[in-house]
């Protein structure tokens, strides 16, 4: 069964630093353009981030300068580097993508759990 599974969440203080990953896990797993999406309570789900296979990247104006998009195709993984956080980007982030398992001829649409990132002092 094809899945993403986020990890790297967590507490930090203004002005610091985290690092998501995102694993995509399932038989004989392809990847293609793969996205980090966020929620803050009381707003709607925003594209954060996203890649292509060939390493390709955009940004939402409020993470370019910030944040870092990158993947690891040999360990089916996407990362999120957040650096100079601010209070703003309290949020649950979500990995979005298109995966294609073993013996399935289609790219499917699959969501993450979310992982909670709190930006506070």
């Known amino acids: 069964q094809v899945q993403l599974v986020e990890s790297g969440g967590g507490l930090v203080q203004p002005g610091g630093s985290l690092r998501l990953s995102c694993v995509a896990s399932?038989?004989?797993?392809?990847?293609?353009?793969m996205e980090w999406y966020r929620q803050a309570p009381g707003k709607q789900r925003e594209l954060v981030a996203g890649?292509?296979?060939?390493?390709?990247?955009e940004y939402a104006d409020s993470a370019k300068g910030r944040f870092t998009i990158s993947r690891d195709k040999a360990m089916n993984t996407v990362y999120l580097q957040m650096t100079r956080l601010t209070p703003e980007d309290t949020a649950v982030y979500y990995c979005?993508?298109?995966?294609?398992?073993?013996?399935?001829?289609?790219?499917?649409?699959?969501w993450g759990q979310g992982t909670q990132v709190t930006v506070s002092s």
């Open positions: 890649i292509t296979p060939a390493g390709n990247t």
């Open positions: 979005h993508g298109y995966l294609r398992g073993a013996g399935s001829p289609a790219w499917d649409d699959y």
């Open positions: 399932g038989s004989r797993l392809s990847m293609n353009d």
